[in-house]
């Protein structure tokens, strides 16, 4: 099993930024893919962005490209999620979640694990 702890949540004015950590622990592997994924209410949950094991291929959603930056520090077993220039439209719950696979995976059925979500709200 992979635990999953999403921080970083928070209240924030348009255009403003936020960083958001997930830190994964138990039978963590490095060689997993990683992903964020967010959920507004009444909403799918949806893809924001995914990062491959050696952290050299990453994958967005076009909604976040040029604004949202994914990393990750395999020797810290912690993944980020970098959001500049946020918009209301970007409030939800943003999940991390983590994928067996290796490559970068953009559907929530493809990921395995999951954290509990942290809240993003961004006010106008």
């Known amino acids: 099993q992979v635990q999953l702890v999403e921080s970083g949540g928070g209240l924030v004015q348009a255009g403003g930024s936020l960083r958001l950590s997930c830190v994964a622990s138990?039978?963590?592997?490095?060689?997993?893919?990683m992903g964020w994924f967010r959920q507004a209410p009444g909403k799918e949950r949806e893809f924001v962005a995914g990062?491959?094991?050696?952290?050299?291929?990453?994958r967005y959603a076009d909604s976040v490209k040029g604004r949202f930056t994914i990393s990750r520090d395999n020797a810290k077993n912690t993944v980020y999620l970098q959001m500049n220039s946020l918009k209301p439209e970007d409030t939800a719950v943003y999940y991390c979640?983590?994928?067996?696979?290796?490559?970068?995976?953009?559907?929530?059925?493809?990921?395995?694990?999951w954290g509990q979500g942290t809240q993003v709200t961004v006010s106008s």
């Open positions: 979640a983590a994928s067996s696979y290796s490559s970068v995976r953009d559907t929530a059925r493809e990921y395995d694990y």
């Open positions: 138990g039978r963590t592997s490095s060689t997993y893919a």
């Open positions: 990062v491959r094991w050696n952290a050299y291929i990453t």
